[in-house]
């Protein structure tokens, strides 16, 4: 979880398909075959239908319809994932697959419960619980390398001033993108007063199963099987060797100073409190089990920083204190208290890179960007909807982005109606695009030249279909 992973909306998503896609294969094993070879990778004919399906399946529940087959779209698809995967692992690309373990047992656990036991679940899915989490794990990791290696491509690939302008000058007037209404929003945020107490417990906690295990008490991975919070712990806190770069910078740094067997003192990093033990290092690769914990609070220390806010918010509403001074003198967020408690949509400016002068645009909020894994909580969008412009949210309990727990008040300064989008007044989603743009362009020209040095092949019954690439056929 403090590594650097994909979504776990998006983890959700590829194990429905991937799900899906093995209960098709099952039901037509005596008439599969293979349609198409990429490098080391086959795709069968069952592969395509099922994904060819759940196209039509989305097309349908969003109501537009495509001019492609889409047998063909699928297979092209498919084609560019076995790509990626190949190249993945000629340029040893890193993903996280101890997460991908976890993530996966989480999921089996979860259908394990729905069915009513392994044996229901068995039964329904014609095959062991073991060979079904081993059919999850292959599928998930290779969309996974498939996705880290695309997003290697892309990830340095940045827009300018200019080059935004032209892409807005490009597009014909009547075909303008409309931009949603957005939101503009203040808050007031309040941790648990008793937060430094509750950090205390937590390291407290962690020194004393620190002690446990270097007296021989309790094994490491007993413990974090018992009480870590972080998906590693169905494995006994145990991740795969990975280099210390994919780990934020305090757990890098105290892994990089252990010696195999050394556990470490209590590190904080912005997703709670570890203890870290080296089980061995090999080349650049630490291999490393981990403890993770979050400050807990008792109902009372819950609601204590709720009743305060609710004050404030009465103050204000009275005109007793403006919500401008009680954000900057109560507020506990240092990246908004100073500037009014507005917020600001700094997801998108990290996306874009932004340069100064469009941030005066970046505290809009489109419904989309709440509830994303890197935007804001869709509790302050429940808060706001049901505001008027200029009055003050009652206050309510959510948490930021690491998980901590916290209350806010939101005020809701201004909607910004549904409009056809201008290089004035809506410069960053504009920028969004055209980054997004430019960054399909330079995936296309990679992708071309990568098709050309990759062994592919296709079975002559699909060659003929609507590519959007024209070098799959050699």
Request: proline fraction near 3%.
């Amino acid at each position: 979880m403090f590594k650097k992973i994909v979504s776990a909306a998006a983890m959700a998503v590829i194990l429905i398909a991937a799900t899906d896609n093995a209960t098709a294969q099952r039901r037509q094993v005596m008439l599969d075959k293979v349609v198409a070879v990429v490098g080391g990778s086959s795709i069968l004919y069952s592969d395509v239908e099922t994904y060819a399906k759940e196209l039509v399946q989305q097309r349908r529940e969003m109501g537009y319809t495509s001019d492609r087959d889409p047998m063909n779209e699928a297979l092209e698809a498919l084609l560019q994932q076995k790509l990626l995967y190949n190249q993945a692992l000629i340029d040893s690309v890193d993903i996280n697959k101890g997460e991908v373990t976890s993530r996966i047992e989480a999921y089996i656990q979860n259908l394990i419960e729905e069915e009513g036991g392994i044996a229901n679940l068995e039964a329904k899915e014609h095959m062991a619980v073991f060979n079904y989490r081993e059919m999850l794990r292959q599928r998930y990791e290779e969309q996974l390398y498939a996705q880290s290696m695309q997003n290697e491509v892309v990830s340095k690939v940045t827009v300018v001033p200019g080059e935004v302008e032209r892409y807005y000058n490009g597009i014909d007037k009547d075909s303008l993108p409309v931009i949603g209404e957005q939101y503009v929003y203040a808050q007031i945020t309040k941790f648990p007063a008793s937060m430094a107490q509750a950090k205390q417990r937590t390291k407290e906690r962690l020194l004393d199963m620190r002690e446990r295990v270097i007296t021989g008490k309790t094994k490491f991975s007993v413990l974090a099987r018992m009480y870590s919070i972080d998906g590693s712990a169905i494995r006994g806190g145990e991740m795969d060797p990975a280099p210390s770069n994919l780990y934020v910078a305090p757990f890098a740094e105290a892994l990089e100073k252990l010696r195999p067997g050394q556990i470490s003192e209590v590190v904080e990093t912005e997703f709670g409190f570890h203890i870290i033990e080296l089980i061995d290092k090999k080349g650049d690769k630490y291999h490393c089990r981990h403890i993770l914990l979050r400050p807990t609070f008792t109902r009372e220390e819950r609601a204590e920083p709720g009743r305060q806010l609710d004050s404030i918010a009465r103050l204000i509403r009275r005109d007793s204190i403006s919500f401008e001074k009680a954000a900057l003198e109560f507020s506990d967020d240092a990246s908004s208290k100073m500037n009014g408690g507005i917020v600001s949509n700094h997801d998108i400016l990290e996306r874009t890179g932004s340069f100064d002068g469009a941030r005066l645009t970046a505290t809009r909020f489109l419904k989309e960007d709440f509830g994303r894994d890197f935007g804001k909580s869709l509790d302050d969008y429940n808060a706001l909807r049901r505001l008027k412009v200029g009055e003050v949210s009652d206050s309510f309990q959510t948490t930021d982005l690491m998980g901590n727990e916290l209350s806010k008040i939101v005020k809701l300064v201004e909607i910004i109606p549904a409009h056809t989008a201008s290089l004035d007044e809506d410069y960053i989603r504009l920028e969004e695009m055209a980054l997004q743009a430019k960054q399909e362009r330079v995936f296309e020209e990679w992708l071309s030249k990568k098709i050309d040095g990759m062994y592919v092949y296709i079975s002559p019954e699909f060659r003929n279909g609507d590519f959007h690439n024209k070098n799959w056929v050699k």
